[in-house]
């Protein structure tokens, strides 16, 4: 098993930057690739951006590109998600996830999830 938990989400105005943590604990973190998702009220979750496991491969939906910035600390078992420039569509419940395969977190899947942190962005 692996834990996983969000911190850093908030109330901000459109323009602000907001990073957020997921720390993950238990089993091994080794070898897992680690994602972010959102969730907005009414829809569906959807993929915002992934990370290999040895972080040199990241990538993005296009609705974020330019904006946010995944990144990790295998040493620190923590994965940040820098976003920048917010918008008011980017209000949602962020969760992170963690699988073996990245390919598996863009067809918003995976084997661990947490809890979720809230980010709302007003006008």
């Known amino acids: 098993q692996v834990q996983l938990v969000e911190s850093g989400g908030g109330l901000v105005q459109a323009g602000d930057s907001l990073r957020l943590s997921c720390a993950a604990s238990?089993?091994?973190?080794?070898?897992?690739?680690m994602g972010w998702f959102r969730q907005a009220p009414g829809t569906e979750r959807e993929f915002v951006a992934d990370?290999?496991?040895?972080?040199?491969?990241?990538y993005y939906a296009d609705s974020v590109k330019g904006r946010f910035t995944v990144s990790r600390d295998n040493a620190k078992t923590t994965v940040y998600l820098q976003m920048n420039s917010l918008k008011p569509e980017d209000t949602a419940v962020y969760y992170c996830?963690?699988?073996?395969?990245?390919?598996?977190?863009?067809?918003?899947?995976?084997?661990?999830w947490g809890q979720g942190t809230q980010v709302t962005v007003s006008s």
């Open positions: 990370i290999s496991w040895r972080g040199g491969i990241t």
């Open positions: 996830a963690a699988d073996l395969s990245a390919l598996t977190l863009r067809r918003v899947a995976g084997q661990y």
């Open positions: 238990g089993r091994t973190f080794s070898g897992y690739a």
